[in-house]
């Protein structure tokens, strides 16, 4: 197809690419090696939403320190609690850490080590060893409770209604929504996904209570726990059983039936990776609030198409089919008009040592119409050489046809080729018939008046 790959530019980019990747990754592994803690904190978020500690650590840009004062950013850690902090897909929490002499408001909580870093900025100060109350925002705890719980109930949907082949391999969970890529073969029909989110919405309805327990990690796996992908476990893990339907190792937050979840919603699937898909969804009031907006989207549909939610199906169905008629109706149209405009065009052919040559520029053609107008020109020449193109706003269309008798001499892509250089485009295509584009209209006609050239060496 005289397509071209541009291998050292490609090894270039490549190069550059991998170079900034390397230095993204120093950059994160400088960052963890330099942010270390040796202090452990209990975290006491499972039963509680507020609970009083005492700050054992204090980190300003990078380094430990032993005061954050008015305005200044850092990391806060204590010795208990109610902050879950960032794992297993699930988002750290946010909230406040109130001190006598000041608050400091937490924007997210990780890991470092067994501790739990409080990242966010102060109000007044706070210091290593004060004696502070923290509390979460449990609203936004509440809904990133919905969207984990649903992750357990859409995991176990997936294995029964897709296979046993489906494992987890990655997930996020945040207030807004829930994502969970999962392992499997093929894309999910849209039948399926409407019976996965049926199944789910089933089980919430159902209710059960979630029960928790400590066991080993041995006795996990015997009583049938699945455990999260990219999760570390300790000896001891927390199992997390919704009823007789779901049972998972896990160390993130849950409601506490899973009718708190109210409602399950699919917004998106799609591919990530080969092998691996992704769902996206909502849950509680953010799925009604999504449903709604669906809702009213539909019923603007129906107001355009003079409708109904009922009808709007049935009317879009009947003006797409229309629209059909009429897109024929005009290609018709069309074909009949680049007929008759090359009919005209036969007063242009000039010859060339006894060659036919017919050269234009058939202003006003749509580009789709040009192989039926060289077809036509072709059959009414008998034998001869046609070049056309025409501008459509910055874009540039360029046909070449030749009969089969000079096809020996004078290729159609050479000369499709020859007029794509001089309006910066590139085509190809047979012998007798070739196309090609451009981005510089301003240079068409110049391209056309250099055809008589070209021809006259090749012939």
């Known amino acids: 197809r005289q397509m071209t790959i541009d291998h050292a530019g490609f090894e270039e980019c490549m190069a550059v690419q991998r170079k900034t990747a390397q230095q993204a990754g120093k950059f994160g592994a400088d960052y963890n090696e330099q942010l270390k803690s040796e202090k452990h904190t209990e975290f006491k978020g499972y039963d509680s939403t507020h609970h009083s500690a005492t700050v054992v650590e204090v980190f300003a840009n990078g380094e430990s320190v032993s005061i954050l004062e008015d305005g200044q950013q850092g990391i806060v850690v204590l010795n208990h609690t109610p902050f879950y902090a960032e794992s297993g897909g699930q988002t750290g929490d946010t909230g406040t850490i109130t001190v006598a002499g000041g608050e400091f408001t937490v924007t997210n909580t990780t890991k470092l080590g067994n501790a739990f870093a409080h990242h966010g900025s102060v109000q007044g100060r706070i210091a290593v060893n004060d004696k502070v109350d923290a509390t979460i925002d449990d609203a936004r705890r509440e809904r990133i409770k919905k969207n984990h719980t649903a992750t357990h109930i859409l995991h176990e949907a997936l294995r029964q209604l897709l ?258 250089g001089q309006v910066g485009g590139k085509g190809g295509g047979r012998p007798d018939m070739a196309q090609a584009g451009g981005s510089q209209p301003e240079n068409l006609n110049a391209a056309l008046e250099s055809v008589t050239a070209w021809v006259s060496e090749k012939v």
């Open 163 to 420: 296979g046993e082949h489906v494992s987890q391999k990655g997930s996020l969970v945040e207030p807004e929504r829930l994502r969970f890529d999962f392992s499997h073969f093929e894309a999910v029909t849209k039948d399926e996904l409407r019976e996965i989110e049926r199944v789910v919405n089933d089980e919430i309805r159902r209710n059960f209570a979630l029960n928790t327990e400590l066991m080993a990690i041995d006795d996990a796996k015997a009583k049938g726990a699945m455990a999260l992908f990219g999760e570390k476990y300790d000896d001891e893990v927390r199992v997390v059983t919704i009823g007789d339907y779901s049972i998972e190792l896990c160390g993130g937050t849950h409601v506490e039936r899973a009718g708190d979840i109210g409602l399950f919603k699919i917004v998106s699937e799609s591919g990530i990776a080969a092998g691996v898909r992704r769902i996206e969804a909502v849950t509680g009031a953010d799925a009604v609030a999504y449903v709604s907006e669906q809702e009213k989207q539909l019923n603007d549909v129906a107001a355009l198409v003079k409708g109904d939610s009922a009808s709007v199906l049935e009317k879009v169905t009947a003006l797409l089919e229309k629209s059909k008629g009429l897109e024929k109706q005009i290609a018709q149209l069309n074909d009949k008009l680049a007929s008759a405009a090359g009919a005209s065009l036969l007063d242009s052919i000039v010859e060339i040592n006894g060659v036919k040559l017919l050269v234009a520029n058939v202003e006003g053609t749509e580009s789709k119409a040009l192989r039926g107008m060289v077809d036509d020109l072709k059959n009414k020449i008998g034998s001869g050489v046609i070049a056309l193109g025409v501008a459509s706003g910055e874009k540039v269309s360029l046909i070449a046809g030749v009969t089969k008798d000079l096809t020996g001499k004078i290729k159609a892509g050479e000369l499709v080729n020859h007029m794509a």
